[in-house]
């Protein structure tokens, strides 16, 4: 598995398996890790505990770059999805 944390590491690695060390933060879809320049939705996690919240943290899993969650609004109103695309992990593993 390869190990991964900056954006180029990401981007080299869409559909495949990698393990990335970055930073543990939430947001309103789902537990994200931070790592260099880029953030990296882990779905399968509803959040990380308040303890590991701006502590170091890896994740397994198949990287995916998607606009699945984007923002489709056609009656000009304000949405609740995300603006744009991003990677996701949707089977994330959290290692110990």
């Given at each position: 598995m390869?190990?991964?944390?900056?954006?180029?590491?990401?981007?080299?690695?869409i559909?495949?398996?990698v393990r990335?060390?970055?930073?543990?933060?939430n947001d309103?879809?789902?537990?994200?890790?931070?790592a260099?320049?880029?953030?990296?939705y882990?779905?399968?996690?509803?959040?990380?505990?308040?303890?590991?919240?701006g502590?170091?943290?890896i994740?397994?899993?198949?990287?995916e770059?998607?606009?699945?969650f984007?923002?489709?609004?056609?009656?000009?109103?304000?949405?609740?999805?995300?603006?744009?695309?991003?990677?996701?992990?949707?089977?994330?593993?959290?290692v110990?």
């Amino acid at each position: 598995m390869r190990e991964i944390d900056d954006v180029a590491g990401v981007r080299a690695s869409i559909g495949t398996p990698v393990r990335v060390r970055g930073t543990a933060q939430n947001d309103k879809l789902s537990a994200v890790l931070e790592a260099r320049g880029v953030t990296i939705y882990c779905l399968d996690l509803e959040h990380w505990p308040a303890d590991r919240i701006g502590k170091p943290v890896i994740i397994e899993g198949t990287i995916e770059h998607t606009d699945q969650f984007a923002a489709h609004p056609s009656d000009g109103l304000a949405s609740q999805s995300t603006s744009g695309s991003f990677f996701v992990i949707r089977r994330c593993t959290a290692v110990p």
